[in-house]
């Protein structure tokens, strides 16, 4: 895992300072942030894996799981690979996904009109909610 930039603020201007049981510790030039090498890797990774084969096992596609959680097509097919994660063949439905903020998903959810004759799971992305719908309930 290299590091490239800070993750609180994203500057590239970062340094290497000791080393904090064993692992690489950074300083952050710009914002003065003190960070390891294992500790943002496995935040990072795990949360972005797991909300990236959710998104694949729904029947979504790389492209599209690229434009949403912002990790390239390539990352996820290795992901895919990596963790030997196999699709169920959709054929008689494709989910569309909406990505809501809190008011917006409560809003969404007022409507009973779109919640029958349709599975739907809702999954936190970031500072929003993510709401995956599929209708193979419906005639
Ligand atoms: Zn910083």
């Known amino acids: 895992m290299t590091v490239s930039e800070c993750p609180r603020c994203q500057s590239q201007n970062i340094v290497k300072s000791g080393v904090v049981n064993e ?3 950074y300083l952050c030039k710009k914002c003065n942030y003190y960070f390891t090498v294992n500790k ?7 949360y972005y894996v797991t909300k990236a ?37 959709h054929t008689d439905y494709h989910p569309t996904y909406k990505i809501f903020n809190h008011l917006e998903l ?3 959810l007022k409507d009973k ?9 809702i999954t936190e992305l970031g500072d929003k ?10 005639d």
């Open 113 to 121: 009109g779109h919640l029958s004759g349709a599975g739907m799971i």
């Open 53 to 89: 084969l959710q998104l694949y096992l729904e029947g979504i596609s790389y492209r599209e799981i690229e434009r949403i959680i912002g990790v390239s097509h390539v990352t996820v097919s290795n992901w895919v690979k990596e963790f030997k994660v196999k699709k169920p063949s």
């Open 23 to 25: 692992r690489q510790r």
């Open 129 to 138: 909610f993510m709401l995956i719908k599929w209708e193979r309930f419906k």
């Open 106 to 108: 409560v809003e969404y």
């Open 40 to 46: 943002i890797g496995k935040r990072i990774d795990n």
